[in-house]
């Protein structure tokens, strides 16, 4: 049986959302670092990356699309209160998160930032790249919704 409307779940889903987006950074981040270091196999380059390039292209490129992102799968977590399953959420949350990620990262973002070749636009904007980034954040935007909306 399916539950009244809530705004309580719609606000609990945003708010999972930007714990989405924060915590799916902080994740993009970290994979960054490695990737880094193994393709260089150097501690200075990696170092330079970590501190400098990889923030600020986060911070400028990927936190206004990971937030739209988050936000709106936490919106629809709350609104689609037809489950209560922690499979269901995550599956809803993640498939969401899928196609969000698409088309927010593979075409709108390069309507506003015109990839060029090798750049972190370019690399953001591949369509297996943006998927399953978007997945990612589904999938952790469900989880944190589920935490935190325990009824």
Not at 12 to 35: E, F, K, M, N, P
Not at 55 to 69: A, D, N, R
Not at 110 to 127: C, R
Request: aromatic letters at 12%; proline letters at 4%.
């Amino acid at each position: 049986m399916p539950q009244a409307f809530s705004f309580r779940r719609i606000f609990l889903g945003i708010a999972a959302g930007l714990l989405g987006a924060v915590s799916g950074l902080i994740l993009a981040y970290l994979v960054g670092v490695g990737l880094t270091f193994i393709r260089t196999s150097e501690l200075f380059p990696t170092l330079l990356v970590a501190f400098t390039y990889l923030p600020l292209m986060l911070l400028f490129v990927l936190l206004g699309p990971s937030i739209v992102i988050t936000s709106m799968v936490g919106l629809t977590l709350g609104i689609a209160n037809f489950t209560k399953r922690a499979a269901g959420i995550f599956a809803v949350g993640a498939i969401t998160g899928l196609m969000l990620g698409e088309i927010v990262l593979s075409l709108v973002l390069p309507l506003i930032v015109v990839p060029q070749s090798g750049d972190f636009a370019a690399i953001i904007s591949n369509h297996y790249l943006s998927g399953a980034y978007g997945l990612i954040l589904g999938g952790l935007t469900s989880l944190f919704f589920r935490w935190l909306a325990v009824d």
